[in-house]
């Protein structure tokens, strides 16, 4: 079991896949992002970390809002192309059928089984990057996505992105219940 | 295609499980986290997002050091185990076989297909957690897990958390090429 180390380098793990949306300019644009995570459970907010160069900041800066949404496995196609087309070239406000929540300049899509609009709470500056983060005011999905009243991420069919290899992945299945099968190793451990 | 509004909550989605290693009081501790990103390219960092009262926070602030890495599936149970069981009440320091790289205070987790140690650079607070922001300065696997030199997330296979529902999910099969799939649906706008 030798290690190696292969140095200061961005890692290879699964990256759940969401499409941030904002107005920009008037429009409304999207963009693939998988550098994000939820950062606070009361109140729920979730940060985004984006190169600062993309068209999307301004939009958030300026309105102070964005959404982000989870697509399904059957969007990979045009989630990958909201990744490779920058706003700046490309309109995007149109391949997505699009709906508004509480607010009114967070666009959300219609086609993914999980929208959230966000209310821009904080910006944080790290090398290259701006992280925002976003309290989540409301959360969007259809009756077909949940199970006993709950989303279910099986329903769902969310994708993952790895990066060094550039691959997106499907999920797999069930493997146990968390905050549960630990117990077993603490049994073991007695 | 009705939507429904679950409000202000927290999302369902698969976020990578990893496990961060601290030194508090002078021994190794170690805590599943689910709630991480990468949030700069260059140079290489990831942040993580604690709630304030975990014992592991205290050890980051000490020595402004930590580590991160991601179990294979066949870790579940003792991955789940660092999740429920705090250090306050239990001594984590010899369940893995730890060692070190350059930094003296970030155990790395030899069971582990892959180990970041990252010095801190940034607190962040928001709500009830801490965001703190590592600087990835080694990151370690085995040849094994390589394909053509470059960590192969197939080989590694970490798992993923949904939370909502607290289940565990496998890795899937690869779907597509990312920033490569997307050119279809940009041919088709033309």
Redesign the interface.
């Known amino acids: 079991?030798?290690?190696?180390?292969?140095?200061?380098?961005?890692?290879?793990?699964?990256?759940?896949v969401?499409i941030v949306g904002t107005i920009v300019n008037g429009k409304a644009n999207f963009m693939a992002v998988a550098?994000?995570?939820?950062?606070?459970?009361?109140?729920?907010?979730?940060?985004i970390?984006l190169?600062k160069g993309h068209f999307t900041n301004p939009g958030i800066k300026e309105n102070k809002t964005f959404s982000i949404s989870?697509p399904s496995?059957d969007m990979?196609?045009?989630?990958?192309?909201?990744?490779?087309?920058t706003g700046k070239k490309t309109d995007k406000s149109e391949?997505f059928d699009v709906?508004y929540?509480e607010l009114e300049t967070a666009p959300?899509i219609?086609e993914c089984p999980?929208?959230?609009e966000c209310k821009l709470?904080?910006t944080?500056v790290?090398?290259?990057?701006e992280?925002f983060?976003g309290?989540?005011?409301?959360?969007?999905?259809?009756?077909r996505f949940?199970?006993d009243g709950?989303?279910?991420?099986g329903k769902?069919k969310?994708?993952?992105?790895?990066?060094?290899?550039?691959?997106?992945?499907?999920?797999?299945?069930?493997?146990?219940?968390?905050?549960?099968?630990?117990?077993?190793?603490?049994e073991r451990?007695k």
Chains 1, 2 share one sequence.
């Open positions: 079991m030798d290690k190696i180390n292969l140095g200061s380098t961005i890692p290879a793990y699964p990256m759940p969401s550098w994000f995570t939820m950062v606070s459970y009361k109140p729920p907010r979730i940060a970390a190169g989870l496995e990979v196609e045009i989630t990958d192309f909201c990744g490779i087309v391949i709906f929540g959300l219609k999980l929208s959230m709470v904080d944080v790290s090398g290259l990057n992280i983060i309290e989540i005011v409301g959360t969007y999905t259809e009756e949940l199970t709950k989303l279910d991420v769902m969310p994708f993952l992105l790895s990066q060094p290899d550039t691959a997106y992945w499907g999920l797999g299945e069930p493997i146990a219940k968390a905050w549960s099968i630990g117990k077993k190793f603490k451990l």
